[in-house]
């Protein structure tokens, strides 16, 4: 898969590539959670390797599926490591993942985003998504396990 300014996008398929791509990630991989992940129907990790061949940025999907609406990809984390930023990588893994989605049959990929993150929304705006007006998230959160 190609993307933009020399970077190179794969999708992850070992536990291997997920822990090496730590670094972009929020907080510390765990193998086993790298392992659910990939085991995971409908979860999907493109990595946007850089000319040496480090991870330089990252997206994941998550595909659902509902009885009115059928198939549906939710991006759920876009991220490009600080010294890879503004070279088009994080509308090639945007559009990267939309295509994936449309191969896998998918009616359309949707992403929620803070409407005050001026970087995503024009990374998202740039790679061909619509704004469709201002949502409001709820979340319950958990300890994680041990």
Do not use: Q
Not at 13 to 42: I, K, M, N, Q
């Amino acid at each position: 898969m190609g993307g933009a300014g020399g970077f190179e996008i794969r999708p992850a398929r070992t536990v291997a590539e997920l822990l090496a791509a730590e670094h972009l990630y929020d907080g510390p991989a765990r193998p086993e959670w790298a392992e659910r992940f990939l085991a995971s129907p409908g979860h999907l990790m493109l990595i946007g390797y850089a000319a040496d061949g480090t991870p330089a940025g990252f997206v994941t999907g998550v595909e659902m599926v509902h009885p009115d609406k059928g198939a549906e990809l939710c991006l759920y984390e876009l991220g490009v490591d600080g010294p890879y930023r503004r070279r088009g990588l994080g509308r090639a893994l945007a559009e990267a993942l939309v295509a994936a989605a449309r191969r896998r049959g998918c009616a359309g990929v949707w992403v929620p985003v803070d409407t005050d993150n001026g970087p995503a929304l024009a990374t998202y705006r740039a790679a061909g998504a619509a704004d469709e007006g201002v949502c409001a998230i709820r979340a319950w959160s958990f300890a994680p396990p041990a």
